[in-house]
């Protein structure tokens, strides 16, 4: 029964292709078959380039791999009397390079090609008996880019390509410099994530709206959105290096299984790995923190387990329905943080405090800063504050030694949780050679002289509001000690240490101006008609009251101040108000008529000013009702709030003359 299975697999849709080889292991004598020798990047494209291929990519350190090796074996051995599927592997631990370029995120995966082109893969936990019991799941939807080459985006096709699939997205204008020298780096980043992430680019130059609509505000942007999520920037280094380690991990499954045996080897491999301990049978609930994770981008990774013997380990509460644990800085014994979820997890609401915990918790307790983290850190959504330490080649080393344990007391001094006054604090290291100019520029610092860590300049940074303390409540420098640290962290959480600013005051007041007008544009692009209006009325007033000013100084002090047959006279007493309106409504007193200037000493010029300002309410509702009414004006069309603007004017006027 196997054997025409085999030979038939080829015609098979590519959807039970995968569910075949699962069911047919099932029933597979225990015999062993002498496997061929891994592919190499040397003979991998000849070899596949003809005929339906089935490829397992794997490692001899990995433990699902050792399960699944006798399952192969058995799929080998009965592969070879069938004309329709040819198998083969890889060795990823001699090969990174070629699995890295098959889009291989985790040991076994197979993946099927059809002459010498990709077709899908499948990723999965494998054993002899899991194998035998679980057939594997269907694979839904296009295989994304499928050419390998960067999709030019418009308006018109770009939502069509981000809400059905991730994609990574450059918004770039022809004439940038840095766009230019990234983009041969973006092309080969396309070809290394064919098949699995959509590469893109959108020129600004033509699309200029598009862009500013997409939140672009600099060239080149790159902005990164996951299927069915919210787009997330790109900030990091843009080496391709850089970038492909962060398409595959964004692009990766939200969650991933992992044994009890694996923890401690993943916990070494990545700084900060976070572990779902939940019921096995409530797949919901990984389903639900896979997309309230989902802006996390893979990073740090999420494993998943139902296994007591975790539970056990560190030390959950029977009471607990699920938890999420985080384990920092390479330590698999000892939770960094901890999560007690409760019975339900709402995705759609928005479990606001567990994913607050996420974007928390995400960060090492300490690590280097430099280009590749600067923004991750220093912008985080969470605002972290930063300690940060200027080292030499001499005394890097040791301080990375000294924040460790640094970092380790602190969280024992908070009670586990690493916050103060609500508020995250990761310690940080720079190397003071490279940085010198900006430390110095920003915070004072100076890379201490020679090997000795107690010369080592130490700042805690508020980088999202640019302000900086330097200083203990006693008054003395930082020093690269945990009391003095702890003190420094303290006083600035109670407000016993003042802060210093990053800036000067220039860069301030242009930091602030620039603020200002930013939210002119906005509010201009949002309420286009109101702000025509309020420019107009501006306009207006300037230049009657300017030119009300000129003549007023060129009359002779003996004459009367409030000429009757100016403008604003024709306005208030003689001319109509408005239509239909008698124009005897808004007559000013006689003896304000009659008022020689040696009594009245205010200027026109100084009383229309007045009257204005006070009258601004009412002017403002007259505006907006002849906004409201611009389409539909009727001679009792804003007939109530001219008369109250008058009014206003005319008693205004009259108190102040």
């Not at 389903?287 to 740090?300: C, D, E, H, N």
Request: proline letters at 7%; glycine letters at 6%.
């Amino acid at each position: 029964m196997i054997i025409p299975v085999l030979r038939a697999l080829s015609e098979l849709p590519v959807s039970l292709l995968l569910t075949s080889f699962a069911l047919a292991s099932a029933a597979l004598p225990a015999q062993t078959a002498s496997l061929k020798p891994p592919l190499t990047p040397d003979n991998f494209k000849t070899t596949i380039a003809h005929g339906v291929w089935f490829v397992e990519h794997f490692s001899p350190y990995c433990g699902h791999c050792r399960n699944f090796l006798p399952t192969w074996e058995k799929l080998v051995e009965y592969s070879e009397n069938s004309a329709g599927v040819q198998l083969a592997q890889v060795d990823c631990s001699v090969n990174g390079d070629l699995c890295d370029a098959n889009g291989v995120k985790g040991y076994p995966q197979l993946n099927l090609y059809r002459d010498g082109d990709f077709v899908e893969k499948y990723s999965a936990r494998f054993s002899g008996q899991g194998a035998a019991t679980t057939p594997a799941p269907p694979v839904h939807g296009p295989v994304l880019n499928p050419t390998g080459d960067v999709i030019a985006l418009n308006p018109d096709n770009f939502h069509s390509h981000v809400e059905q699939s991730a994609a990574f997205i450059k918004f770039y204008a022809p004439w940038c410099g840095h766009c230019k020298k990234l983009a041969p780096i973006w092309k080969q980043l396309a070809k290394i994530m064919q098949g699995k992430v959509t590469i893109a680019e959108v020129n600004c130059d033509a699309h200029e709206k598009f862009c500013k609509s997409q939140g672009v505000g600099g060239y080149p942007t790159l902005m990164y959105y996951p299927p069915g999520g919210e787009k997330s920037e790109y900030t990091s280094g843009r080496k391709l290096e850089q970038l492909k380690a962060f398409a595959e991990k964004a692009s990766a499954p939200a969650t991933q299984p992992i044994q009890p045996e694996e923890v401690d080897a993943y916990v070494t491999e990545n700084p900060v790995i976070y572990l779902l301990l939940h019921p096995a049978d409530d797949t919901h609930l990984i389903k639900t923190v896979g997309r309230l994770a989902a802006p996390l981008l893979g990073s740090p990774l999420i494993y998943t387990s139902a296994s007591p013997v975790l539970l056990k380990r560190y030390a959950i509460p029977e009471s607990a329905p699920w938890v999420m644990i985080a384990l920092k800085d390479r330590n698999p014994h000892t939770a960094s943080a901890m999560y007690i979820g409760g019975p339900t997890l709402d995705a759609s609401g928005g479990d606001a405090d567990f994913s607050k915990w996420l974007m928390a918790n995400r960060l090492p307790t300490s690590l280097e800063l430099m280009q590749d983290t600067f923004q991750s850190v220093m912008n985080a959504p969470h605002a972290p504050l930063v300690v940060i330490a200027a080292v030499g080649k001499d005394t890097r080393e040791k301080v990375a030694e000294r924040f460790k344990d640094i970092a380790l007391k602190w969280r024992v001094r908070t009670g586990g949780t690493g916050l103060v006054a609500g508020r995250s604090v990761v310690f940080t290291w720079m190397d003071a050679e490279k940085w010198e100019s900006w430390m110095k520029s920003m915070y004072g610092l100076r890379r201490g002289r020679g090997s000795d860590i107690e010369d080592v300049g130490v700042v805690i940074a508020d980088h999202q509001v640019l302000k900086y303390y330097d200083m203990e409540p006693s008054g003395v420098p930082i020093k690269l000690t945990s009391p003095s640290i702890f003190a420094a962290l303290e006083g600035a959480a109670d407000g016993t240490v003042k802060p210093k600013n990053s800036e000067n005051f220039v860069e301030r007041m242009a930091r602030y101006l620039n603020a200002k007008v930013t939210a002119i544009e906005v509010y201009v692009t949002s309420n286009p008609l109101t702000a025509v209006f309020m420019i107009g009325m501006v306009v207006v007033v300037v230049f009657l009251v300017l030119r009300r000013f000129l003549a007023d100084d060129s009359a002779p002090e003996s004459t009367v101040m409030y000429d009757s047959g100016d403008r604003l006279s024709a306005i208030l007493n003689s001319g109509p108000a408005f239509p239909g309106q008698k124009p005897s409504a808004f007559n000013l007193p006689s003896t304000a008529m009659n008022t020689p200037a040696t009594t009245a000493k205010t200027p026109l010029s100084r009383l229309a000013l007045h009257s204005t300002a006070t009258c601004s309410v009412q002017a403002s509702a007259y505006g907006k009702c002849i906004l409201a009414t611009y389409t539909d004006v009727t001679k009792d069309a804003c007939k109530d709030e001219f008369a109250k603007f008058a009014k206003c004017l005319r008693e205004a006027m009259g108190r102040k003359w």
